[in-house]
Nanobody, 127 residues
Framework: QVQLVESGGGLVQAGGSLRLSCAAS????????MAWFRQAPGKERESVSV????????YYADDVKGRFTISRDGAKNTVYLQMNSLKPEDTAVYYCAADRLFARRVIATGLSDFNSWGQGTQVTVSS
């Protein structure tokens, strides 16, 4: 069974840090761009960061640039999101996702571009 499992969420004070992990099992995602999305209560799910299949390109939403870093470890079939200088507005459920295409050259950030999703991990930032 193909699974993406997120971990690393939790409660942190503003200014703190968290590192999210997304472990893939059942198949390798070495040829898929991987992404982190988030969804806050009452809001739509939005893309936070994307990393290309070979790690050579990344995308960050404007409000996380300079604070979040996405990375991947092919040997561990795992994607990470290092989140620093967290703000209360970062509070959301964070989801890992895999691009539905192999080796997509141009990073895509839309919900419909991803067809494998994890169950999500809650991140709560207190003020």
């Amino acid at each position: 069974q193909v699974q993406l499992v997120e971990s690393g969420g939790g409660l942190v004070q503003a200014g703190g840090s968290l590192r999210l992990s997304c472990a893939a099992s059942g198949r390798t995602y070495s040829l898929n761009n991987m992404a982190w999305f988030r969804q806050a209560p009452g809001k739509e799910r939005e893309s936070v960061s994307v990393i290309s299949w070979n790690g050579g390109s990344t995308y960050y939403a404007d409000d996380v640039k300079g604070r979040f870093t996405i990375s991947r470890d092919g040997a561990k079939n795992t994607v990470y999101l290092q989140m620093n200088s967290l703000k209360p507005e970062d509070t959301a459920v964070y989801y890992c996702a895999a691009d539905r295409l192999f080796a997509r050259r141009v990073i895509a950030t839309g919900l419909s571009d991803f067809n494998s999703w994890g169950q999500g991990t809650q991140v709560t930032v207190s003020s």
